[in-house]
T-cell receptor, first 112, second 114 residues
Framework: KAGVTQTPRYLIKTRGQQVTLSCSPI?????VSWYQQTPGQGLQFLFE???????NKGNFPGRFSGRQFSNSRSEMNVSTLELGDSALYLC???????????FGPGTRLTVL | AQSVTQLGSHVSVSEGALVLLRCNYS??????LFWYVQYPNQGLQLLLK??????LVKGINGFEAEFKKSETSFHLTKPSAHMSDAAEYFC????????????FGKGTHLIIQP
């Protein structure tokens, strides 16, 4: 079974731009979560989607948003990029809320 | 709210020696506890997960962890370190099983000395 895939793997943007990251979960998984990883703040939970609905949300500003499609694929969007948004963005999928999460390789976003 | 504290941002052991990575948690309800490993330029891989079924949890690659409620600890151990164990290790806690949002510790970088 194919694992969680994330595209693109690397991205360079400038301040003020917006960016969209994509995540394809493991086949059959309905829950998709997003995390931000930075050297200073570590791993932080952004949000979780299940059946196209956001069920859980971390403590991030409204510039961070996401959505999930009917095939469970998910996208996250960051608008008005700031230098501090430079990070590794990880996507994880699971069958449901109490099941093991499997992580993708991440998208490395650099904001200049 | 829950939190995780990992003692020691860097731990160095000799190849063949015991690996002990410490994790203490705080949770207002019975927690789900996890250990993940991250190799350079990769995502996170689950080592093991505690779900209250058994206090001693065995994971992949010879790792295990013991849940001690009285000490609010979930330390990770491996009897004999291998060079391939060098990586970043994260302890995490959740309330409902993970997809409700994992709260991670800051991580411990494990160094294996030849």
């Amino acid at each position: 079974k194919a694992g969680v895939t994330q595209t693109p793997r690397y991205l360079i943007k400038t301040r003020g731009q917006q960016v969209t990251l994509s995540c394809s979960p493991i086949s059959g998984h309905r829950s998709v979560s997003w995390y931000q990883q930075t050297p200073g703040q570590g791993l932080q939970f952004l949000f979780e989607y299940f059946s196209e609905t956001q069920r859980n949300k971390g403590n991030f500003p409204g510039r961070f948003s996401g959505r999930q499609f009917s095939n469970s694929r998910s996208e996250m969007n960051v608008s008005t990029l700031e230098l501090g948004d430079s990070a590794l963005y990880l996507c994880a999928s699971s069958f449901d809320i109490s099941d093991t999460q499997y992580f993708g390789p991440g998208t490395r976003l650099t904001v200049l | 709210a829950q939190s995780v504290t990992q003692l020691g941002s860097h731990v160095s052991v000799s190849e063949g020696a015991l690996v002990l990575l410490r994790c203490n948690y705080s949770s207002s309800v019975p927690p789900y506890l996890f250990w993940y490993v991250q190799y350079p330029n990769q995502g996170l891989q689950l080592l093991l997960k505690y779900t209250s079924a058994a206090t001693l949890v065995k994971g992949i690659n010879g790792f295990e962890a013991e849940f001690k409620k009285s000490e609010t600890s979930f330390h990770l151990t491996k009897p004999s370190a291998h060079m391939s164990d060098a990586a970043e290790y994260f302890c995490a806690v959740s309330v409902k099983g993970g997809a409700d949002g994992l709260t991670f510790g800051k991580g411990t970088h494990l160094i294996i000395q030849p």
